[in-house]
């Protein structure tokens, strides 16, 4: 079994920082791109930040400047920095990562639980 398990989410008031964290375990045997997404009430699931294996990252135009996405490739973990947030940052947010098990030859994307996150006074 591959697993991805998150943490790090809660509450922070406007302009506040939080770091999100998303470790992978299991019979891992290689993983790819990883990244985080986030899904608002009412609202569909949307990319936040990817990054490659190599390291080369993505992001939404929204979060740019403010997040910051990084990972361990010893630990087979994944973090999002995030600074500054404001109300509308607030969400579930995702871990994924794009990962081949022990064994096998394909390819296919894992889901973290999903951690909240609340930007409120």
């Known amino acids: 079994q591959v697993q991805l398990v998150e943490s790090g989410g809660g509450l922070v008031q406007p302009g506040g920082s939080l770091r999100l964290s998303c470790a992978a375990s299991g019979s891992i045997r290689s993983i790819n791109n990883m990244g985080w997404y986030r899904q608002a009430p009412g609202k569909e699931r949307e990319l936040v930040a990817t990054?490659?294996?190599?390291?080369?990252?993505n992001y939404a135009d929204s979060v740019k400047g403010r997040f910051t996405i990084s990972r361990d490739n010893a630990k087979n973990t994944v973090y999002l920095q995030m600074n500054s947030l404001k109300p509308e940052d607030t969400a579930v947010y995702y871990c994924?990562?794009?990962?081949?098990?022990?064994?096998?030859?394909?390819?296919?994307?894992?889901w973290g639980q999903g951690t909240q996150v609340t930007v409120s006074s």
């Open positions: 994924n990562a794009n990962m081949r098990r022990q064994g096998t030859y394909s390819w296919r994307d894992y």
């Open positions: 990054i490659t294996s190599g390291g080369s990252t």
